[in-house]
């Protein structure tokens, strides 16, 4: 099972959106909404800040929000403020049991 | 509230084991998958397993079959991951996470992540 493709990086200045992409198969994203982001901090474990594609848990900004076209789903983050720096990861079911991770893409804020 | 603990740093040499344990509180623990993910240093997350606390039932990585075993004891809500042979390319920060969903499949969302564990493999 392959690893999901993110980009390696992405920058934004505050008060901007961004778009982090994560492109699987059809296999895994394109099979089924069970996409969720993690955001993580150094020397931090991850959060998680979407589920189920586009669902935010209990106490995470409505800033974030998430997508899915296809084998491909999005996390946009509106209004970026400086705390979001960090390392997002993407994550998806894959069937028979297995779950797969994308390879994280670091987010600067300028 | 949720937590889970997990066990310190470990230092091994090459070719042994380390078993590392996740104890959890604040929820019905044989009520919801458990996973492990780990993180090289540097690196990215990497899905190792999970194991159904209730039945004892595990899925593993196709990467960690045969040298990865997950087990728990119900009695103290820990649950523990097993890896063997290991190699230098072992050495990572190893984390328990606990699914979503309630007394369901186990689909990889992880709500409650424990603190980490550095596992170290060095002659």
């Known amino acids: 099972q392959s690893a999901l493709t993110q980009p390696a990086s992405v920058s934004g200045s505050p008060g901007q959106s961004i778009t982090i992409s994560c492109t699987g198969t059809?296999?895994?994203?394109?099979?089924?909404?069970?996409v969720s982001w993690y955001q993580q901090h150094p020397g931090k474990a991850p959060k998680l800040m979407i589920y189920e594609v586009s669902k935010r848990p209990s106490g995470v900004s409505n800033r974030f929000s998430g997508s899915k076209s296809g084998n491909t789903a999005s996390l946009t983050i509106s209004g970026l403020q400086a705390e979001d720096e960090g390392v997002y990861y993407c994550?998806?079911?894959?069937?028979?049991?297995?779950?797969?991770f994308g390879g994280g893409t670091k987010l600067t804020v300028l | 509230q949720v937590q889970l603990v997990q066990s310190g740093a470990e230092v091994k040499k090459p070719g042994a084991s380390v078993k590392v344990s996740c104890k959890a509180s604040?929820?019905?623990?044989?009520?919801?998958?458990m996973h492990w993910v780990r993180q090289a240093p540097g690196q990215g997350l990497e899905w190792m397993g999970r194991i159904n606390p209730n039945s004892g039932g595990t899925n593993y990585a196709q990467r960690f079959q045969g040298r990865v075993t997950m087990t728990r004891d119900t009695s103290i809500s820990t649950a523990y991951m097993e890896l063997n042979r290991l190699t230098s390319d072992d050495t990572a920060v190893y984390y328990c996470?606990?699914?979503?969903?309630?007394?369901?499949?186990?689909?990889?969302?992880?709500?409650?992540w424990g603190q980490g564990t550095l596992v170290t493999v060095s002659s």
């Open positions: 994550c998806s079911y894959a069937g028979s049991s297995i779950v797969v």
């Open positions: 059809s296999s895994d994203v394109g099979s089924y909404n069970l």
């Open positions: 604040g929820y019905t623990f044989i009520a919801y998958y």
């Open positions: 996470a606990r699914d979503h969903y309630y007394d369901s499949s186990g689909y990889g969302i992880f709500d409650y």
